[in-house]
């Protein structure tokens, strides 16, 4: 059951789009499979051997942990986004987590070793490969840049209109989102401190801008972001 699983998760994601059925059938076998449920903690990269992670369902955060033990988010992984050694280089010195945010994770992996080999037997998929990665790297560096160059209700009004854009259910200007974030996480993500986050929260609330529980952000006006 899980090879036929394996096959037609593989075969939805437009990475894969350029093989053969019978080279994804083969891609199959070197594929592992997991499902995962909220808290639980996929990999640590100081432990595991090195992998390629394909997220098929749920949400993922990537944690950093610096010398001193702090923890910073690194990214939010979303449904169909790759994460894990993307420079497929194994990166010893990285000392980085991550951990299921939502019910019903699933997850497929490969070896570094074993997605190396594949690229270089398929060289249109090492370019959709390539293409993937580098707009995923833009992003990364993009955030980054807003991290430094913007204030912290800037960074968080900009985190919500991604976060608006990517997952949100849209009826004319109004935006649900399901919330699987805790405010410390969100905090994390814009690099604040659990502190301020919940206080421009509080004051989106108190704008008429959103409404926020633990369960669904509704934001009345994207456009007033």
Not at 2 to 21: G, I, P, V
Not at 127 to 136: C, P, Q
Not at 165 to 186: A, F, H, P, S, W
Request: charged share 30%.
């Amino acid at each position: 059951m899980y090879d036929e699983l394996k096959y037609w998760y593989l075969r939805d994601h437009k990475l894969f789009w350029t093989l053969s059925m019978s080279q994804i059938k083969q891609l199959c076998i070197i594929t592992g499979f997991k499902k995962a449920k909220k808290g639980d903690i996929i990999y640590f990269s100081s432990s595991d051997l090195p992998r390629v992670f394909l997220l098929k369902k749920g949400n993922i955060k990537i944690v950093a942990v610096d010398e001193e033990g702090n923890e910073t988010i690194k990214d939010i992984i979303q449904k169909g986004d790759l994460f894990g050694e993307l420079s497929l280089e194994s990166d010893t010195d990285s000392n980085e987590y991550a951990k299921a945010l939502t019910d019903e994770i699933i997850i497929c992996s490969f070896l570094l070793s074993d997605f190396e080999e594949l690229l270089l037997k398929n060289p249109s998929l090492a370019l959709s490969y390539t293409k993937f990665v580098g707009l995923k790297m833009k992003r990364i560096k993009n955030s980054y840049s807003n991290l430094i160059s913007k204030d912290a209700k800037t960074r968080l009004y900009q985190f919500l209109k991604d976060w608006a854009e990517k997952e949100g259910k849209r009826t004319g200007n109004r935006v649900v989102i399901e919330n699987y974030l805790t405010q410390n996480d969100m905090a994390q993500v814009i690099c604040t401190s659990r502190q301020t986050a919940t206080q421009l929260l509080n004051e989106m609330e108190t704008k008429g801008l959103l409404l926020y529980s633990r369960k669904e952000i509704i934001i009345e006006d994207i456009t007033k972001l």
